[in-house]
Nanobody, 126 residues
Framework: QVQLVESGGGLVQTGGSLRLSCAAS????????MGWFRQAPGKEREFAAG????????EYADSVKGRFTISRDNAKNTVYLQMNNLNPEDTAVYYC???????????????????WGHGTQVTVSS
């Protein structure tokens, strides 16, 4: 069992930056591939970024590539999402997900994740 708690959301102006954190507790964080998803009002949850167990593989949605950076610190059981050059289309609740795999694999479908946090709101004003 893994518990996830997101933090770092807030209100920022267009062009600004935020750094989200996802703190994990429970067993074997380093064996879980991690993902950041987001869900805007009236829309489905969508993949934003993901990182493999050891951090060697990262994946990004085209909409955030070049602006967002995902990283993890297995010693601190934490995964981060650095978000730069934000725009109003980035406004959403951001969720952290974890999937247990004995290999480096970053799923883009939310149905493949085993655990989720409760989310943190990111609002970008124009």
């Amino acid at each position: 069992q893994v518990q996830l708690v997101e933090s770092g959301g807030g209100l920022v102006q267009t062009g600004g930056s935020l750094r989200l954190s996802c703190a994990a507790s429970g067993r074997a964080f380093s064996l879980h591939n991690m993902g950041w998803f987001r869900q805007a009002p009236g829309k489905e949850r969508e993949f934003a970024a993901g990182i493999s167990r050891g951090g060697t593989v990262t994946e990004y949605a085209d909409s955030v590539k070049g602006r967002f950076t995902i990283s993890r610190d297995n010693a601190k059981n934490t995964v981060y999402l650095q978000m730069n050059n934000l725009n109003p289309e980035d406004t959403a609740v951001y969720y952290c997900g974890a999937v247990f795999k004995l290999r480096d694999y970053v799923p883009r479908r939310s149905s493949e994740y085993d655990y989720w946090g409760h989310g943190t709101q990111v609002t970008v004003s124009s």
